[in-house]
């Protein structure tokens, strides 16, 4: 149907070029913001509008301030000769375009456009079009639309075909960035493709892209080179990179990266990923160097230190309440880690993880079949490792279950485990495959009076060892080892005692404290030749007992003006009474001893002889505003009369400004190594910041008075890009080196440079 409008928007002031501004939107992936069409026509109709019309024929001269629109397009122009057989139009003057269904917006000079087939031709063209906004963590995000401008361009269906122009998602008339070339092919929503293009920041060319490709679907995938990276080491030399992106098909893609590195050699990397169905999936990272060496002062002399890191992750729904998932880490050796380490947490890790669980639950019951080795390097020198493996284990859990529900409750739970296992290291090794199963049953109850509760439990725990290490030497016999202990527990929970007051007017309206009183008692008894088992796990760690437990708590709640309630302050202090000061035999004097009545109580080690009382420990934690929390847990040793242990965190966000701080303090030595560490992170900004950005962090020990590592990053973050530098020092014993980094990153498509965005601040 074709609707004829009469000169009633004379005074109608044509066009003038000027893109759209992008209206205010949450940065949300795949968001379109549609425009709104109260009155748009319907889907078969033609809607003209002009100043003059001029009829010959099946053809409609229109003259004025002219405009066709459907229920899918706009078309606006000074002059306009319409066909409406054909639906033909050739547009002159002003010219503007805009597709309501893929949101694409165009000025030109001329047009012609065949309505009916959404097909034509557009001359000395301007226009936009709706950016897909990637708001990933991490990934810059900016809700300016793609303009591009070229010397004419056409619409074949859905597609459109820019020739001698660029594209950008930069505010005209400077961008910050552009992509130049003779010709563009883009497919909205679908995918964008330049042939012989450069990508210009301002108006110097920095790449030439023979062809490049970028996906705009929801979920890209499609093969290609990906974009370089270089950078600097004072360790590794300049680094060169480069990288292809294999789509295999739509279950399957590999990519490999190769840096190079001018002082050590080539470096690969090969990422395998998969999802073979909806419920299983997987993924495989080998990355490794032959390494030419580290050239030493002499000049002439090289060190070796290649080698290669292998990670396997996956899972998998197997049915009938089955899951399988694991994780395998391999490590060719510590000197290949600490030579080529890009952070400071990969340089003082020396474990390596590997596990595989095959379990199924249901009610209260779980059943686990486990495959698992950890290996602790002691030292760089080759086989210095201890490794324990558990290949396979398998465990029965019933979790407490309530067998009685009347005036005395009575809840029963099971833990079981039996397998192989076996521990290697430099001074002995077990066999290959060493029997241990371990079966421990609990029943407990509940009695009440008034507000105190009484909770006692009986446990009894029978563990079988196919071998042992006599007489506490380095010898391993094959010899078994059996154990049957009794575990009593009694909990006291006394009533809470709790006072509302004003609050400070700071803090809140109200205040609430609150005294929480707690205390136990255990008894562990039939553990013999505690030094005569060998350690896998804390199944070993079980020890002869007599102890118990008392701690307070304060805690402080505030209701501010909203009435909301929040924990503004809480302190725990807790303490142990040995009251078997050897623990059945166990402890060894001037050794540091490992046992389970340690290890429950704090993450320091504490026993180097026979002693009635452990260290006090006491826990603060704060939270004065909602976004800033402070923690600091000490160790009071009385038998020492000082702190042995002590950490502090405090971290915090005030508007663009985010901090946070740590400090580690160990003296117990001989018992563990002394310690002393500071860490400190500040920064001013945010990931979508405009401007400005900056941050700091570092990790100094007081004890060796050595900055171990620094890193530092500059971003400036305009409206549709940034530029981030990030300088870094690492020394840590014989790691040293300076590493200088940079990335420029363009909002919603990537980023180029040596700067990963998992190691950004912004």
Request: a positive charge; glycine letters at 8%.
């Amino acid at each position: 149907m074709l609707i004829a409008v009469a000169p009633a928007w004379a005074q109608f002031n044509p066009r003038q070029y000027s893109l759209p501004a992008a209206p205010p939107v949450p940065l949300e992936p795949s968001q379109r913001i549609l425009r709104q069409r109260p009155n748009a026509p319907g889907a078969n109709d033609i809607v003209v509008r002009a100043v003059n019309q001029e009829v010959q024929g099946n053809k409609r001269l229109l003259r004025g301030s002219v405009e066709l629109e459907t229920s899918d397009l706009l078309l606006k122009a000074d002059e306009i000769d319409y066909d409406t057989d054909s639906g033909a139009a050739e547009a002159r003057g002003h010219v503007y375009y805009e597709n309501f269904n893929t949101g694409e917006v165009l000025d030109c000079d001329r047009a012609e456009y065949n309505i009916e087939a959404q097909e034509g031709k557009f001359y000395n063209v301007r226009g936009s079009s709706p950016a897909k906004i990637d708001a990933r963590p991490g990934i810059l995000s900016t809700s300016n639309p793609f303009i591009f401008q070229g010397r004419w361009a056409e619409r074949v269906k859905q597609r459109y075909i820019l020739y001698d122009g660029f594209i950008t998602s930069c505010k005209l008339p400077r961008p910050w960035w552009r992509l130049t070339g003779p010709k563009f092919d883009i497919i909205p929503g679908e995918r964008a493709i330049a042939q012989r293009s450069f990508f210009k920041v301002g108006n110097v060319p920095v790449f030439y892209f023979p062809y490049f490709f970028k996906s705009l679907a929801k979920e890209p995938r499609r093969s290609g080179f990906l974009t370089p990276r270089f950078g600097t080491s004072s360790r590794l030399g300049f680094v060169y990179g480069f990288g292809y992106f294999w789509a295999i098909n739509r279950s399957y893609d590999l990519l490999y990266n190769g840096t190079y590195f001018t002082q050590r050699g080539l470096a690969h990397t090969v990422d395998f990923r998969g999802k073979p169905n909806e419920k299983s999936d997987f993924n495989v990272n080998i990355w490794g160097i032959n390494d030419r060496g580290r050239l030493l002062g002499d000049g002439v002399t090289r060190i070796k230190e290649g080698g290669y890191n292998l990670t396997f992750t996956g899972r998998a729904e197997l049915g009938r309440g089955w899951h399988a998932r694991g994780q395998i880490n391999y490590l060719s050796s510590l000197v290949f880690r600490r030579a080529f380490t890009q952070t400071f947490t990969e340089a003082i890790a020396s474990e390596v993880k590997s596990i595989g669980i095959l379990d199924k639950h249901w009610s209260s019951f779980s059943i686990n079949a486990i495959f698992a080795q950890l290996e602790n390097f002691q030292s760089d020198a080759p086989g210095d490792k201890v490794a324990i493996r558990r290949l396979p284990q398998v465990e029965f859990i019933v979790r407490e279950r309530p067998v009685f529900k009347r005036e005395l409750p009575v809840w029963i739970s099971l833990e079981s485990t039996g397998g192989l296992v076996r521990r290697n290291q430099p001074l002995f090794q077990t066999r290959a495959f060493v029997e241990r199963f371990d079966v421990n049953p609990r029943v407990s109850t509940r009695m009440r009076w008034k507000e105190i509760a009484l909770v006692p439990s009986f446990a009894v725990r029978g563990t079988y060892w196919g071998s042992s290490q006599p007489n506490q030497t380095t010898q391993v016999t094959g010899q078994n080892q059996t154990r049957l202990a009794s575990d009593i527990g009694l909990d006291l929970i006394l009533p809470s005692f709790s006072k509302v007051f004003n609050a400070p007017s700071w803090a809140g309206v109200k205040m609430k404290h609150v005294i929480e009183p707690r205390a136990s008692f255990r008894a562990v008894s039939g553990v013999a030749d505690f030094n005569r088992t060998i350690r896998f796990d804390e199944i070993e760690l079980l020890n002869n007992t007599r102890e118990a437990e008392i701690s307070l708590a304060n805690r402080f709640f505030v209701k501010n003006k909203a009435g909301v309630v929040s924990e503004f302050l809480s302190w725990t202090v807790w303490q142990r009474r040995y009251f078997d000061p050897t623990f059945g035999g166990a402890i060894v004097d001037g050794r540091r001893n490992v046992l389970e009545s340690q290890i429950g109580l704090t993450s320091f080690s504490f026993l180097g002889g026979p002693r009635h009382y452990s260290p006090v420990v006491s826990s603060l934690r704060m939270n004065p505003i909602p976004s800033l929390g402070i923690e600091w847990r000490t160790d009071y040793d009385p038998l020492r009369g000082q702190i042995t242990n002590s950490t502090f965190a405090a971290n915090g966000r005030i508007n663009e400004i985010f901090l946070s701080a740590g400090h580690n303090q160990v003296r117990n030595s001989p018992i563990s190594p002394p310690a002393n560490q500071f860490t400190g992170l500040i920064g001013l900004g945010r990931e979508n910041r405009r401007g400005w950005n900056a941050g700091f962090n570092a990790i100094y020990d007081y004890r060796l008075r050595q900055l171990q590592f620094s890193n530092s990053q500059l971003t400036y973050n305009s409206d549709c890009c940034g530029f981030s530098f990030q300088f870094r020092r690492l020394e840590y014993g014989p790691i040293q080196y300076n590493q200088y980094r940079f990335a420029f990153v363009i909002a919603n498509i990537g980023s180029v440079g040596n700067l990963r965005r998992q190691e950004r601040f912004f």
